[in-house]
């Protein structure tokens, strides 16, 4: 049995509490085990580095040794929690190795805090990449009771799943297929586009609204013209700019799109025969009913 120590993130916690919900039945449906981290912090989504990166390594550093102290991987349902504490694990035992000064500062403010030491003994890991790499699509096949056969996925990346650290060993950040193959093995069709690895535009949004907007509404329109019945993807801030945004974003754009997007352990969920009111597919701002009425779940 695959166990981890699960860091649920902010964002599957409030506005996508769909993705903490998926994920919960997929991987009870899979046999694998979550041991929640209940005393995790915000990893502050990039933005803690912009005043201080002590202040991101310090905070993030306690978050694995969270889960170091129960021997496991942290594993992550959000590309940008991924992105975010897996470079802060990457740069953490650099630094042990060749900043040993910097390695205490940070490891002095846990002690300070009566927090346990980070000691770069774990790993990182995306849901995405504990489906590909740890269960194996060969397996994951085998749990497959409702073929997707007919459906067709538009993958959605994020950035930080492919950028942000330095290291990424179970794909190619420039040609990823890991989503492409997990719709294969459910038996869905996957859709290629160029707007798969981009970013959403949610970093701009706070600030450069329509110029985000645009960014969404652009990626969606190349989707639903090479053919998408769905997007998918692996990030909750990415689903929010993409779904809970996407009538603002046609406002924008002057044109209607109504493309539905889901979660990525909704769409594996539902492959396994979960049904959909497990998976909190009403809760998108744009329907889902479409998907589900081309599966004929509906």
Not at 10 to 15: D, I, P, S
Not at 117 to 145: C, F, I, M, N, R
Not at 282 to 294: D, F, G, I, N, Y
Request: charged share 20%; aromatic share 8%.
């Amino acid at each position: 049995m695959l166990k981890y120590a699960y860091y649920p993130g902010c964002v599957a916690q409030g506005a996508c509490r769909e993705l903490y919900l998926s994920t919960a039945a997929l991987t009870e449906a899979l046999g694998i085990e979550l041991i929640e981290l209940k005393k995790a912090a915000c990893c502050g989504s990039g933005t803690y580095k912009e005043d201080s990166q002590l202040l991101e390594d310090t905070v993030n550093a306690r978050n694995i040794a969270l889960a170091e102290s129960l021997k496991l991987p942290l594993l992550t349902h959000c590309s940008t929690c991924q992105g975010v504490i897996g470079h802060v694990d990457e740069r953490l035992k650099e630094a042990k190795n060749n900043d040993p000064g910097y390695f205490e500062t940070v490891n002095g403010f846990l002690k300070k805090e009566q927090c346990s030491p980070y000691q770069g003994s774990t790993e990182v890991k995306h849901l995405l990449w504990a489906l590909v790499a740890d269960y194996g699509l060969d397996t994951l096949a085998k749990k497959v009771k409702r073929k997707l056969s007919g459906l067709k996925c538009a993958a959605f990346y994020g950035c930080y799943l492919l950028r942000t650290q330095d290291k990424l060993p179970y794909d190619n950040r420039f040609q990823p297929e890991s989503l492409e193959n997990v719709f294969r093995t459910v038996g869905a069709t996957p859709i290629y586009y160029q707007g798969r690895t981009q970013c959403c535009g949610w970093p701009l949004s706070s600030y450069a609204t329509e110029q985000s907007f645009k960014m969404a509404g652009n990626h969606i329109k190349e989707a639903i013209e090479a053919g998408a019945d769905c997007l998918v993807t692996p990030c909750p801030l990415c689903h929010l700019n993409l779904d809970s945004r996407q009538p603002e974003v046609e406002k924008v754009i002057e044109e209607k799109l109504g493309l539905p997007v889901l979660h990525l352990p909704q769409l594996v969920a539902l492959s396994v025969g979960i049904e959909p009111e497990k998976l909190g597919l009403s809760r998108h701002v744009v329907s889902t009913q479409p998907v589900l009425k081309k599966l004929g779940i509906l």
